[in-house]
């Protein structure tokens, strides 16, 4: 068994139950888990530790300079399955544990990090780590509570930590890119016989609250042509919805949730709410996507003599990950004889947050039948060591001397924020871009 499918068996069995893997954050198994890393990563001679907000944080190399992050998160949701998260911080420390077998030295830092709490299963604070990482402030956010009415503060000081320091753990100015190794939790590659996801884009979205107003009466004495039903108004939007999403382009629109009200057997409803939720890692079809719901809810209403409305419940920007990074990707991968292809991430992930402050990159195994969040998630221990090899290629050409790799260059803004480190690729080199296809999931076959 490699170390890393070895590394990958024992995270699993660290879970707040006997019969399925949960890690929830700051849950025991959790922290048992961020401590077992550290011990795995001292071992390997990196300066480990955690920092104020749970993330933990190995150091390789220099000190100074601004460093490559590579990581993931070790957190979970319930009855999760091995590799969502833990994948690619086992990666990272294995992509390390391979550069140092094979003599390299890193000439900037590389830090292996698992940020604290990206799914916030827990507590609904989801991507707590990398925002505490790039300075966020997340104080209000210590007081949400879980099921059990635990708070985050509470949690913090259970497992031994003190919760007043949150803003120790911005460290984002002393780093210059980050780069990312993730399952695909959809069934992209697979479908493409791809092992390798290049990921171009982190989709945005929004999440809208769609509500129709109707009229509730007898469901036994008012005729049918008389009614004005509230839930008939939902469900011709959520087909409606469906089909305009169908028609193409990089748009998902998912009603997840439908209450009718008052919600009787015998009663005609009188109200009803739509969660709809749009994604794309393109600006304009997001807008687009708006539109869309915008017209569909107003056509069905006056069509079913209902009142529509729609109210915005939360938002997020698409993020373009970095073009240098991934062309080092994309290189490294054919340096493996993988099949790659472009891909657009549907879920967001650290590199969501991270990306946005210094240059990032993903890499995306398979997930078998595209399962996720799931204990049948899977991807084989082939591709998850490709996947390793791949990082440990991008991370030697990133961290490295490589004439390949870009340089991370130090330019920082004048505002005196943190600094937004900048990609160029060295002077007298040239970026490939021959393996790197369309951004859309057409084949972009590398080696
Ligand atoms: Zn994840």
Not at 46 to 57: Q, T
Not at 186 to 207: F, H, M, N
Not at 242 to 257: E, K, P, Q, Y
Not at 311 to 328: G, S, V, W, Y
Request: glycine share 14%; hydrophobic share 45%.
């Amino acid at each position: 068994m490699s170390g890393l499918a070895h590394d990958l068996r024992t995270v699993a069995r660290f879970s707040d139950r006997d019969d399925q893997i949960t890690r929830l954050a700051w849950s025991p198994a959790h922290v048992e888990a961020m401590r077992w890393m550290v011990g795995e990563a001292t071992a390997l001679g990196l300066d480990a530790g955690i920092d104020a907000a749970g993330n933990v944080v190995a150091r390789w190399g220099p000190a100074t300079g601004p460093a490559l992050a590579v990581g993931s998160h070790l957190d979970s949701v319930p009855d999760a399955g091995r590799l969502d998260g833990v994948l690619g911080v086992l990666a990272a420390l294995a992509a390390v544990r391979r550069l140092q077998a094979q003599g390299f030295t890193p000439r900037r830092p590389v830090w292996v990090i698992a940020f604290m709490d990206e799914e916030g299963a827990r507590f609904g604070t989801p991507l707590f780590g990398s925002r505490a990482f790039v300075g966020e402030d997340l104080e209000p956010s210590l007081a949400a509570v879980d099921a059990d009415g635990v708070s985050i503060a509470d949690a913090m000081r259970k497992a031994g930590f003190t919760p007043d320091r949150l803003g120790d753990a911005c460290a984002i100015d002393r780093v210059g890119a980050y780069l990312e190794l993730h399952i695909e939790q959809g069934p992209v590659l697979e479908k493409a016989g791809a092992d390798i996801g290049v990921v171009r884009a982190i989709s945005g979205g929004a999440v809208l609250a769609v509500g129709f107003t109707g009229h509730a009466g007898h469901a036994g004495t008012v005729p049918m042509d008389m009614r004005r039903d509230a839930l008939v108004g939902g469900a011709r939007a959520i087909v409606a919805l469906r089909d305009a999403a169908l028609g193409g382009g990089d748009l998902r629109i998912t009603v997840g949730r439908i209450a009718a009200h008052p919600g009787g057997t015998n009663v005609i409803p009188g109200g009803c709410e739509l969660s709809v939720d749009i994604r794309s890692a393109d600006p304009d079809a997001l807008d687009r996507g708006r539109d869309v719901v915008g017209r569909i809810v107003e056509r069905i209403a006056s069509e079913e003599g209902l009142q529509g409305s729609v109210r915005t419940l939360t938002e997020f920007a698409p993020l373009q990950l970095d073009e240098t990074i991934i062309a080092t990707v994309a290189r490294a991968a054919a340096a493996e004889s993988a099949v790659a292809l472009d891909v657009v991430s549907g879920a967001g992930h650290d590199a969501l947050v991270i990306g946005r402050a210094v240059p990032a990159g993903m890499i995306f195994v398979p997930s078998r039948n595209g399962i996720s969040h799931h204990p049948e998630e899977a991807t084989s221990a082939d591709q998850c060591e490709l996947g390793e090899r791949v990082l440990a290629r991008a991370i030697r050409a990133l961290a490295g001397q490589d004439t390949n790799g870009g340089e991370i260059d130090e330019r920082r803004d004048s505002g005196g924020q943190a600094g937004r480190a900048a990609f160029r690729p060295p002077a007298g080199s040239r970026v490939h871009r021959g393996a790197v296809g369309p951004g859309d999931g057409a084949a972009g076959a590398a080696g």
